[in-house]
């Protein structure tokens, strides 16, 4: 989520035509042309950071500027050229990364949130707990993951750490209720 990302198509030979056909997992298609003869570029029914991008001597691309989640689908691009027709397929998988707090609850124990995350983090406790997580599903296709942290001694110390683990990266924060 919020980067930037080119794909490319398989080109061979003088490309007389390059279209890109966008099926978002939600919402409805899209279409981005490109005639060569013409110089001339056709859209319909895309969002404003789906755009071509021409560089010099390199075939157009299409280039999704601040990725969202509604960017999240199948993207096909299909090449009539003098050599043939070509299509390359990608299917764009969106991660969003999780916004970690921790906080103490009203009996003085700590609380690690990871919200909204896609796919949904992995939380774990330092030192180590029986706790276990707990899961709420947004409408976006995000998750937020609560764990409460459950020991019956913490040998001495009351700070415990968070430590979420997510395809995006992973982060900890300790705490001391």
């Given at each position: ?49 789906i ?19 509604a960017?999240?689908g ?10 043939g ?93």
């Amino acid at each position: 989520v919020g980067n930037s990302s080119v794909l490319t198509c398989l080109i061979k030979g003088q490309i007389s035509m390059l279209t890109w056909t966008i099926t978002p997992k939600v919402g409805g298609p899209c279409t981005l042309v490109y005639r060569t003869d013409r110089n001339m570029t056709h859209r319909a029914n895309c969002s404003d950071n789906i755009n071509w991008k021409f560089r010099a001597d390199l075939a157009p691309a299409l280039e999704i500027q601040q990725v969202g989640i509604a960017q999240e689908g199948n993207y096909s691009c299909e090449v009539a050229s003098t050599d043939g027709n070509f299509r390359t397929m990608y299917h764009l998988t969106v991660l969003a990364p999780p916004r970690l707090s921790v906080y103490c609850d009203e009996q003085g124990s700590p609380v690690c949130e990871a919200a909204a995350g896609k796919p949904p983090a992995q939380l774990s406790w330092v030192p180590g707990s029986s706790s276990s997580a707990e899961e709420r599903c947004h409408d976006n296709g995000t998750m937020t993951v609560l764990s409460k942290f459950t020991a019956c001694s913490t040998h001495g110390t009351n700070v415990t750490t968070c430590m979420v683990s997510h395809a995006a990266g992973n982060w900890s924060q300790a705490i001391a209720c």
